[in-house]
Every structure is written in C-alpha cells, then in structure tokens.
C-alpha cells in the first residue's frame, strides 16, 4: 500500500460528477479529503490523499486524466525534527489544519501527517529550526 | 503552624523535607484545604521555560602571548561587547551574527559552547604599550574560558501579554506569527506553575535566592529590569497584569542545552529559551493561599500587534484557564491560542527540582535582601537634538 497526496483542478462542467466515488469503487482506493474548494460551474478544487496499491493509484490518476481533471502530486512534505523540539506549541499557532496539535493534558506536541497541507507555515513559525521541508523526486 | 527556612534546610538535610510541584500543590489544597496542605508540604517547586531575549554571558578568555586588549570581538561572527578589560567580554542572545543574519546569534553561540563546540574567537584591537597585539583569530570551547557565567538582566516576568494582530497582513513578532484579522492567539507563560504567580508578593523570592537555571544552582542577583510593583499589577493577591521580573546569574559550566536553548524567530532575531524553577517554602498558611493560586484565577490581557505603538490597544482580559482551552472569544468570534513558553519543558524542571531538592542535593537560601516594593516602568523621553 501506498500514500500519494494529490491536488486536483476540476473543470466547471466535471465538479458534479462523482469522479471521487468512482476513484473509490472502481480503483480501491482510500479517499482522505483534506481540502475542498467546489462549487456548482465553477473550476473545482480538491486535495486528498490517496491510499491503495501502486498500480491502483497510476490507474486512479489516469482516470482523473481521462476525465479532464488536472492532478498535480506532492512531491514534498514537511519532518518535524523531534529531537530539537522543545514543545513549545509556537508551531500550532498557524497550523490551518490542526496537523499540529498539543495533545491534551500533556502539553505535548503531535504531529499528524496525514492532515498536513503543506502550507509551509509551520517551518517559519517553528523558532527550534524543528520543522523541515523535505522535496523528493 | 509557621517554618523557617532553617527548619526546612534541616528537614533537606535529614531527607525527611516533603516537596511537591506546583500543579501537585493546588490539587492537593482543592482535595484537603490550604491549612492540612500547609501543614503537610514543606517546599514548592515552580518553573517556566520561554524565550527570554534579555539574556547573555559573561566570559573570560585569558590571555594570549603576546598579549592583546580586545576591543572589537566576534564569537562565531557574532559581535560580543569589547568595552570591557582586555579579555572579558559580554555576549547577548540578541546579537545577530555578521554573515548569517537572522539564523544565528548570541544565542547559539551560547548553545554550542554548553554541547562543547568549538567556537572561533576573533578580536581586533588598537594596541597599546602593554598589550601591544592587534588582531588575534583562534578557537574556544566552554572548558577552555576561566569564567563563564549567564548574566540575565530580564528573565521569569511575573506575566505578560497574549497577542494578536488585527492588520490583514501575517505579522512575525517576539510573540511568534500572528495570523491575519485576528487568526490567533499566542501567549507566553506557564502560568499556574509560572515563579511568581505563586509568590507575588515576594515573600520568599528576593536577592540571592537560589533557583535552578538551565541546569546549574544560579541566583537572584536583582530585580530585573523593566520591574513593575504597584497595586495595579496585585489586586487581592493575584497578578492581574505584567509585572515584576528578575536578574539571575549562573555558573555556565554546569548547564546543559536540554534546559538552554537557541531559538530564532523568522523577521525578528534569535533569542534564548532560559529553563528557571524557583523552590518556594510553604512557610505558613498565607504562604499556602499564594501558592493554590489556578489559572482561572490569574488573568493577562489580549494585546493588538498589529498597532506599532508603545502603548497597544487592550482587546480585553482573559484567564489563563481560557487561554489553555485553546481558544479564545474574541470580537464574537471563537479563535485558536497557542503557547510559545513550554509547559511540558517546565513541569520537567519542577519535576527535577523537586527530586534535587528530595535528595538533599539542592538548599533553599532565603533572600539575602527583598526586592523593591515599588516598581515603575517608565517610558523613554525623545528629548529633540540641538
Ligand atoms: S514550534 Fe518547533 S519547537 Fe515549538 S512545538 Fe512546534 S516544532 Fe516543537
Ligand atoms: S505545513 Fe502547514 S498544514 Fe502542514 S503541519 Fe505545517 S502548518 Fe500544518
């Protein structure tokens, strides 16, 4: 199994079709909304997180293809240096999409990766240097 | 019944003294009352871990051969203060250096020598008949300098403000990002466990009291500076706004960067997060009242950012109680707070104060002189330029 984050442009005419219920039925794939912009006739946008088998996601994204959806992969995502943090909480303070959260009664920071917008924010925020981008290929 | 501070140093001495954290003491006054937790408790421990920007060391390099009066002096491109005798010089956690700009300053030059890095010593100087070399260039590391000691004119405010920012645009502060049209809330103190909401009077913290800062046994040398006293700041014994702070001193050599470290904060400079916990004897009753003190009972205020002026606007008043919930009503709106002064960094110094203190390993030291009972903050006057 594997995890890719997408973010996906949908033309006007496409948004009220349920491509997105069909990348689950027909490809298996898991579905994680993370942000969506769409509304009826307007250029829709979406990112979300697509989990299943290598070959089901190039599958699922040619599909989007075929359909005349735009996609376009995150080929980064952010590392929280967790040995240079000193649970501060400054980070949380920008955080849109509570990723970055301090965990209950213990003031500790979390770190949820699969919320992630990467918005960058946190890595200028983040006073310890403790917040990274990493770009892969 | 009352303690002394002598009774208390015995009972250490003897391993029979009964320690607790701050947290540990409110709960237990809210189970058994201030009077059986009075009686039970010997010592307190309190502790804040924030970025303290008035902060810096004092350090001697001895001399070279042959030798020189340093007047211009650079610590890893960082300048350091040269107004001084030949070989000692000041660092500040603020100064930014010359070649990497915001990333790094005085307060990672203050890091690395505490992990043993060696840091290179640059200083220029005019000569003169008894110190007649004029530029040297060599390494340091924290072993090698006679005296290094962390000189903190302004650490462990009593309180301080939240901030946010009204203005449309992100704003990078001290007070760390302030999002847009008020997008958050940021506020800076451990509050309940914070010093001196638990002892706002002074009655125990004063000239020479001995504290744990950043890992070594340090003091109270002052009050610090910018120090407010006066019955606005204590009102029926709790701090209700910013108030006192103090100077503090210690031995670098036995500190540790688990409980120092360097901190930069984007468009604005480096600073230093300075790990204090004060131990507060439960002296008597009233001692016990102080130190039950909750956050619902201390309250700082919400400050704009956004207005550039000395004095800024006051949004309103809000409790610590509010703040930890991690948001905030503001203008009829719920927004998100977010602290920048670790509480999980300090609990882990109280809770290490408190097995130092257990072991006999760590002594109370009553103040040797209290602080002043008055303090104003006042502003500085533009005098216009003949
Ligand atoms: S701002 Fe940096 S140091 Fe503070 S909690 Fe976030 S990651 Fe940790
Ligand atoms: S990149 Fe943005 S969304 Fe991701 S953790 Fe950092 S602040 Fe949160």
Redesign the pocket.
Same mark, same amino acid.
Request: glycine share 4%.
């Given at each position: 199994m594997q995890k890719v984050k997408v973010f996906m442009y949908f033309p006007p005419e496409k948004t009220d079709k349920p491509i997105t219920y069909r990348l689950v039925k027909d490809y298996g794939l898991m579905f994680n909304i993370l942000q969506a912009q769409i509304q009826p006739n307007k250029k829709g946008r979406l990112m979300a997180e697509l989990e299943g088998t290598a070959e089901n996601i190039e599958k699922g994204l040619q599909y989007l293809e075929e359909q005349g959806v735009e996609y376009r992969i995150f080929n980064k995502n952010i590392i929280? /240096?967790e040995e240079?943090?000193? /649970?501060?909480? =400054?980070?949380?303070a920008v955080c849109p999409s509570r990723a @970055?959260n #301090?965990n209950g009664d213990e003031w500790t @920071?979390t770190f949820d990766h699969s919320q992630c917008l990467m918005c960058e924010l *946190?890595v200028k =925020? *983040?006073? @310890?240097?403790? #917040?990274d981008v990493n770009i892969f290929i | 019944m009352a303690k002394s501070f002598d009774e208390i140093n015995s009972k250490i001495k003897d391993g029979e003294v009964v320690v607790v954290t701050a947290e540990e003491f409110k709960d237990l006054v809210e189970q058994k009352g201030v009077s059986q937790a009075a009686k039970e408790v010997d010592v307190v421990t309190t502790a804040t871990f924030s970025p303290m920007c008035s902060s810096g060391a004092f350090l001697n390099f001895g001399h070279s051969d042959p030798p020189i009066r340093m007047s211009k002096i650079w610590l890893n491109d960082v300048p350091a203060y040269g107004g001084l005798a030949a070989v000692d010089t000041y660092i500040g956690a603020t100064e930014l250096s010359e070649t990497r700009g915001f990333e790094y300053g005085g307060a990672q030059v203050i890091q690395d020598l505490l992990d043993g890095k060696r840091v290179e010593l640059r200083a220029e100087s005019y000569g003169t008949d008894c110190y007649p070399r004029k530029e040297i260039t060599t390494y340091i590391t924290l072993d090698d300098l006679n005296q290094a000691y962390l000189y903190n004119p302004r650490n462990v405010y009593q309180n301080y403000n939240a901030a946010t920012n009204s203005t449309d645009r992100m704003l990078h502060t001290y007070m760390g990002t302030l999002l847009p049209q008020c997008g958050n809330v940021t506020y800076c103190t451990s509050g309940e466990l914070s010093p001196l909401f638990n002892d706002p009077v002074f009655r125990t913290i004063g000239i020479g009291t001995r504290i744990f800062l950043g890992g070594a046994q340090g003091y109270v040398a002052w009050e610090g500076t910018q120090y407010i006293r006066n019955q606005e700041v204590i009102r029926d014994g709790v701090v209700q706004y910013s108030g006192a702070t103090l100077a503090v001193i210690g031995d670098m050599k036995n500190m540790s960067s688990r409980f120092i470290r360097a901190a930069s904060f984007e468009k604005y400079g480096t600073t230093l997060f300075v790990g204090i916990g004060i131990p507060i004897p439960v002296l008597d009753e009233d001692m016990a009242s102080f130190l039950a003190v909750r956050n619902r009972d201390i309250y700082t205020q919400i400050v704009d950012y956004g207005v550039p002026r000395r004095s800024r606007p006051v949004l309103r008043k809000v409790s610590y109680e509010e703040l930890r919930s991690g948001s905030v009503e503001l203008n009829g709106k719920n927004v998100p707070t977010a602290p920048l002064s670790?509480l999980r960094k300090a609990r882990e110094i109280a809770q290490l104060l408190k097995s130092l203190i257990s072991q006999g390993k760590f002594f109370l030291q009553e103040p040797i002189q209290k602080l002043h009972e008055e303090g104003r903050f006042n502003p500085l006057k533009e005098t216009e330029v003949e």
């Open positions: 929280w /240096h240079k943090c000193v /649970h501060c909480g =400054a980070c949380t @970055l #301090m @920071l *946190c =925020a *983040c006073p @310890l240097n403790a #917040m | 670790s």
